[in-house]
Protein backbone atom coordinates (compact mmCIF):
# COMPACT_ATOMS: atom_id res chain seq x y z
CA UNK A 1 0.00 0.00 0.00
CA UNK A 2 1.17 3.54 -0.65
CA UNK A 3 1.77 5.61 1.79
CA UNK A 4 1.21 9.30 2.60
CA UNK A 5 2.47 11.51 -0.28
CA UNK A 6 3.22 15.25 0.13
CA UNK A 7 3.46 17.28 -3.10
CA UNK A 8 6.21 19.36 -3.74
CA UNK A 9 8.91 18.52 -1.23
CA UNK A 10 10.73 22.00 -1.26
CA UNK A 11 8.95 24.99 -1.73
CA UNK A 12 10.89 28.24 -1.73
CA UNK A 13 8.34 31.59 -1.57
CA UNK A 14 8.53 35.33 -0.96
CA UNK A 15 6.86 36.95 1.46
CA UNK A 16 3.50 38.27 0.65
CA UNK A 17 2.76 35.18 -1.73
CA UNK A 18 0.40 32.00 -1.28
CA UNK A 19 1.57 28.59 -1.29
CA UNK A 20 -0.85 25.67 -1.65
CA UNK A 21 0.84 22.50 -0.64
CA UNK A 22 -1.29 18.92 -1.71
CA UNK A 23 -1.49 15.49 0.52
CA UNK A 24 -2.43 12.44 -0.73
CA UNK A 25 -3.18 10.15 2.30
CA UNK A 26 -3.23 6.10 2.10
CA UNK A 27 -5.82 4.38 0.01
CA UNK A 28 -8.97 4.21 1.90
CA UNK A 29 -7.93 6.46 4.85
CA UNK A 30 -10.78 9.05 5.31
CA UNK A 31 -9.12 11.83 7.98
CA UNK A 32 -6.17 13.88 6.95
CA UNK A 33 -4.83 16.55 9.64
CA UNK A 34 -2.06 19.12 8.50
CA UNK A 35 1.00 20.34 11.45
CA UNK A 36 3.49 22.48 11.10
CA UNK A 37 7.25 21.80 12.43
CA UNK A 38 9.76 24.58 13.29
CA UNK A 39 12.70 24.06 15.11
CA UNK A 40 11.48 26.69 17.85
CA UNK A 41 7.92 25.49 18.32
CA UNK A 42 7.94 22.05 17.18
CA UNK A 43 5.11 19.76 16.11
CA UNK A 44 2.12 21.79 16.04
CA UNK A 45 -1.50 20.87 14.61
CA UNK A 46 -3.07 22.88 12.18
CA UNK A 47 -6.21 21.26 11.13
CA UNK A 48 -7.65 18.19 10.17
CA UNK A 49 -10.57 16.92 8.05
CA UNK A 50 -13.05 14.28 7.78
CA UNK A 51 -14.94 13.23 4.58
CA UNK A 52 -14.49 16.80 3.36
CA UNK A 53 -15.34 18.79 6.87
CA UNK A 54 -12.81 20.31 9.01
CA UNK A 55 -13.44 18.67 12.19
CA UNK A 56 -11.13 20.62 14.26
CA UNK A 57 -8.86 23.95 13.98
CA UNK A 58 -5.54 24.45 15.58
CA UNK A 59 -4.12 27.69 17.02
CA UNK A 60 -3.42 29.31 13.84
CA UNK A 61 -4.26 32.51 12.43
CA UNK A 62 -7.05 32.52 9.07
CA UNK A 63 -4.15 33.06 6.69
CA UNK A 64 -3.66 29.20 7.22
CA UNK A 65 -6.48 27.31 5.27
CA UNK A 66 -7.23 23.62 3.96
CA UNK A 67 -9.58 21.54 2.35
CA UNK A 68 -10.40 17.88 1.64
CA UNK A 69 -12.22 16.61 -1.87
CA UNK A 70 -14.22 13.87 -2.11
CA UNK A 71 -11.28 11.64 -2.55
CA UNK A 72 -10.26 12.55 0.80
CA UNK A 73 -7.09 14.24 -1.00
CA UNK A 74 -6.33 17.62 0.96
CA UNK A 75 -4.99 21.04 0.54
CA UNK A 76 -3.36 23.58 2.57
CA UNK A 77 -3.71 27.03 1.50
CA UNK A 78 -1.46 29.99 2.85
CA UNK A 79 -1.96 32.94 2.09
CA UNK A 80 0.10 36.37 2.51
CA UNK A 81 3.30 34.26 3.66
CA UNK A 82 5.28 35.67 6.62
CA UNK A 83 9.23 34.65 7.54
CA UNK A 84 8.03 33.11 10.46
CA UNK A 85 6.11 30.33 7.83
CA UNK A 86 9.02 28.83 7.10
CA UNK A 87 8.86 25.28 8.11
CA UNK A 88 7.96 21.81 7.38
CA UNK A 89 4.48 21.46 6.69
CA UNK A 90 3.77 17.42 7.29
CA UNK A 91 0.60 15.82 6.23
CA UNK A 92 -0.76 12.75 8.57
CA UNK A 93 -4.00 10.42 7.47
CA UNK A 94 -5.99 8.02 9.55
CA UNK A 95 -8.15 4.81 8.85
CA UNK A 96 -10.85 5.47 11.87
CA UNK A 97 -13.52 8.51 12.33
CA UNK A 98 -12.68 7.97 16.01
CA UNK A 99 -9.33 9.99 15.47
CA UNK A 100 -8.67 9.01 19.25
CA UNK A 101 -6.92 6.00 18.66
CA UNK A 102 -6.39 5.72 15.21
CA UNK A 103 -2.46 6.06 14.63
CA UNK A 104 -1.66 8.40 12.21
CA UNK A 105 0.77 7.87 9.21
CA UNK A 106 2.71 10.56 8.13
CA UNK A 107 4.21 11.86 4.73
CA UNK A 108 7.76 13.24 4.71
CA UNK A 109 6.51 16.59 4.35
CA UNK A 110 7.02 19.83 2.41
CA UNK A 111 10.10 22.22 3.21
CA UNK A 112 8.53 25.68 2.63
CA UNK A 113 11.02 28.77 3.13
CA UNK A 114 10.20 32.05 2.89
CA UNK A 115 12.38 34.75 1.86
CA UNK B 1 -6.09 21.00 27.22
CA UNK B 2 -3.27 18.77 27.62
CA UNK B 3 -0.40 20.00 27.89
CA UNK B 4 3.02 17.65 27.08
CA UNK B 5 6.51 17.78 27.96
CA UNK B 6 9.32 15.04 27.86
CA UNK B 7 13.24 15.49 28.27
CA UNK B 8 15.19 17.24 25.79
CA UNK B 9 17.81 14.76 24.88
CA UNK B 10 18.75 11.33 25.84
CA UNK B 11 22.26 9.03 25.36
CA UNK B 12 22.50 5.12 25.92
CA UNK B 13 24.98 2.63 24.76
CA UNK B 14 23.89 -0.24 22.66
CA UNK B 15 21.76 -3.41 23.57
CA UNK B 16 20.76 -1.05 26.77
CA UNK B 17 16.91 -0.73 27.48
CA UNK B 18 16.19 2.92 26.90
CA UNK B 19 13.03 4.87 28.60
CA UNK B 20 11.35 7.76 27.69
CA UNK B 21 8.77 9.86 29.93
CA UNK B 22 6.04 12.16 28.50
CA UNK B 23 4.29 14.31 31.21
CA UNK B 24 0.23 15.22 30.25
CA UNK B 25 -1.07 16.25 33.32
CA UNK B 26 -4.17 17.76 32.05
CA UNK B 27 -4.91 14.50 29.98
CA UNK B 28 -8.93 13.67 29.08
CA UNK B 29 -10.41 11.11 30.11
CA UNK B 30 -10.46 9.69 26.24
CA UNK B 31 -6.97 10.21 25.38
CA UNK B 32 -5.12 8.19 24.07
CA UNK B 33 -1.64 8.37 24.03
CA UNK B 34 1.08 7.33 20.75
CA UNK B 35 4.40 7.63 20.65
CA UNK B 36 5.93 8.55 17.43
CA UNK B 37 9.64 8.31 16.27
CA UNK B 38 11.13 10.27 13.59
CA UNK B 39 14.44 10.63 11.49
CA UNK B 40 15.73 13.65 9.53
CA UNK B 41 13.97 14.77 6.56
CA UNK B 42 11.02 12.26 7.57
CA UNK B 43 7.71 12.62 8.71
CA UNK B 44 6.75 10.99 12.32
CA UNK B 45 6.53 7.16 11.96
CA UNK B 46 3.90 5.15 14.28
CA UNK B 47 5.41 3.37 17.61
CA UNK B 48 2.91 2.44 19.86
CA UNK B 49 -0.71 3.67 21.24
CA UNK B 50 -2.14 2.94 24.76
CA UNK B 51 -4.83 4.45 27.10
CA UNK B 52 -3.82 2.73 30.36
CA UNK B 53 -1.83 -0.42 32.08
CA UNK B 54 0.90 -1.44 29.62
CA UNK B 55 0.79 -2.53 26.12
CA UNK B 56 3.62 -4.03 24.15
CA UNK B 57 4.49 -4.52 20.41
CA UNK B 58 7.29 -6.12 18.65
CA UNK B 59 9.35 -2.91 19.14
CA UNK B 60 8.69 -0.94 22.19
CA UNK B 61 6.52 -1.18 25.20
CA UNK B 62 4.30 1.77 26.78
CA UNK B 63 3.68 1.68 30.61
CA UNK B 64 0.78 4.47 31.72
CA UNK B 65 0.30 4.68 35.22
CA UNK B 66 -3.00 4.58 36.62
CA UNK B 67 -3.04 8.56 36.99
CA UNK B 68 -2.44 8.35 33.77
CA UNK B 69 -0.68 12.03 34.10
CA UNK B 70 2.46 10.07 32.63
CA UNK B 71 3.24 7.52 29.98
CA UNK B 72 7.16 5.84 29.62
CA UNK B 73 8.36 4.57 26.28
CA UNK B 74 10.58 1.72 26.55
CA UNK B 75 12.67 0.72 24.27
CA UNK B 76 14.66 -2.65 24.50
CA UNK B 77 18.39 -3.26 23.44
CA UNK B 78 18.52 0.07 21.49
CA UNK B 79 21.21 0.23 18.29
CA UNK B 80 22.59 2.90 16.33
CA UNK B 81 19.80 2.84 13.99
CA UNK B 82 17.36 3.88 16.59
CA UNK B 83 19.53 7.41 16.87
CA UNK B 84 16.31 9.80 16.26
CA UNK B 85 13.90 12.02 17.75
CA UNK B 86 10.54 10.96 19.50
CA UNK B 87 7.23 12.32 20.09
CA UNK B 88 4.54 11.51 22.70
CA UNK B 89 1.32 12.53 21.18
CA UNK B 90 -2.20 13.01 23.02
CA UNK B 91 -5.40 13.14 21.45
CA UNK B 92 -6.97 16.14 23.60
CA UNK B 93 -10.54 16.61 23.31
CA UNK B 94 -12.31 17.69 20.22
CA UNK B 95 -9.62 16.06 18.19
CA UNK B 96 -6.82 18.56 19.10
CA UNK B 97 -3.71 16.70 18.30
CA UNK B 98 -0.50 17.85 21.01
CA UNK B 99 2.56 16.72 20.70
CA UNK B 100 5.28 16.37 23.53
CA UNK B 101 8.61 18.42 22.83
CA UNK B 102 10.50 15.35 21.68
CA UNK B 103 13.16 13.83 22.77
CA UNK B 104 16.43 13.63 20.90
CA UNK B 105 17.94 10.20 21.74
CA UNK B 106 21.36 9.08 20.63
CA UNK B 107 22.60 5.98 20.60
CA UNK B 108 26.43 5.43 21.00
CA UNK B 109 28.27 2.15 19.92
Known amino acids: KAGVTQTPRYLIKTRGQQVTLSCSPI?????VSWYQQTPGQGLQFLFE???????NKGNFPGRFSGRQFSNSRSEMNVSTLELGDSALYLC??????????????FGNGTRLTVT | LAKTTQPISMDSYEGQEVNITCSHN???????ITWYQQFPSQGPRFIIQ???TKVTNEVASLFIPADRKSSTLSLPRVSLSDTAVYYC??????????FGTGTRLKVLA
Open chain 1, 92 to 105: ASSSGQSSYNSPLH
Open chain 1, 27 to 31: SGHRS
Open chain 1, 49 to 55: YFSETQR
Open chain 2, 26 to 32: NIATNDY
Open chain 2, 50 to 52: GYK
Open chain 2, 89 to 98: LVVGGTYKYI
